[in-house]
């Protein structure tokens, strides 16, 4: 079994309303894994259900991804730090005064949330890249904005699993990866394009597996996530 005291899964809330967030999370042991509101969930139930998974226990991921000027983006983070949540993040691509003014946000106030940067959507392939004017591969752009994050001070990135081998070796451990993309073994991809199975993400050294549909699509989603945490437990066993 997976180490209780991090829990590697964070399960994505991607439900069009608090009550049917609620009733998946319920079922969730905080002790066992933590959880991610992101745009949806937030348009609709707002900062109060924030407060009520943090007033439950649990580590909730903010997932806003914020990408505007930095005195705007810095305000953003400093309210996600007021409602007491344990990650927070930015996109890369709003540069490095957008993160720093961030990170001075979150430092200046008492509880600091970890700060986080998207890098490349894992939905993004070579050719969708080129399409928005980004050349090279998404590993190339990946290495780059993981950089120019661990440059402004902070403390890791989302990438794919893909790239989580090549960014620990050139960030170390200390720096958290973060990893969308994960697909059970036969689990439909939907618009993921990057992607790898629960225990190759761990293999390869990512921190934290941010894992939505596989469980909240399934008839069954205590049942996938068990599995999901056995997989895990499996590798981190040896
Ligand atoms: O590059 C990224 C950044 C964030 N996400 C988010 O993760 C989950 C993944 O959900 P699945 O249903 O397992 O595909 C979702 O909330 C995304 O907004 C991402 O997928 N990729």
């Avoid at 900062?47 to 991921?61: C, S």
């Avoid at 810095?74 to 730090?81: F, I, Q, R, V």
């Avoid at 996530?225 to 590798?235: H, Q, S, T």
Wanted: proline share 5%; charged share 20%; hydrophobic share 45%.
């Amino acid at each position: 079994m997976q180490n209780t005291n991090d829990p590697r899964v964070i399960v994505a809330l991607d439900y069009p309303s608090a009550d049917a967030a609620l009733a998946l999370v319920e079922r969730l042991d905080p002790a066992r894994c933590r959880v991610k509101v992101g745009k949806e969930l937030f348009t609709r139930a707002g900062p109060e259900l924030v407060r009520r998974l943090v007033d439950g226990g649990f580590d909730v991921f903010l997932d806003l991804k914020y990408h505007d000027i930095p005195n705007t983006v810095a305000g953003a983070c400093a309210a996600a730090a007021d409602l007491g949540v344990w990650m927070v993040n930015v996109h890369a691509l709003g540069g490095r005064a957008m993160m720093e003014a961030a990170r001075e946000a979150l430092e200046a106030g008492g509880r600091r949330p970890l700060l986080i940067a998207v890098t490349v959507l894992t939905s993004h392939s070579e050719a969708d890249l080129a399409e928005i004017g980004l050349a090279g591969s998404p590993m190339e752009n990946v290495q780059r904005l993981a950089a120019l994050a661990q440059g402004s001070g902070l403390d890791g990135v989302v990438c794919s699993p893909r790239e989580v081998a090549t960014l620990r070796a050139a960030h170390g451990e200390g720096f958290r990866l973060v990893t969308p993309g994960i697909r059970p073994s036969g689990a439909a991809l939907g618009d993921q394009k990057r992607v790898m199975t629960p225990g190759d993400a761990i293999r390869s050294g990512s921190d934290y597996l941010v894992i939505g549909r596989p469980v909240t699509g399934a008839d069954d989603p205590m049942g996938v996530l068990l599995a999901v945490e056995a997989e895990i437990g499996a590798v981190l066993a040896g």
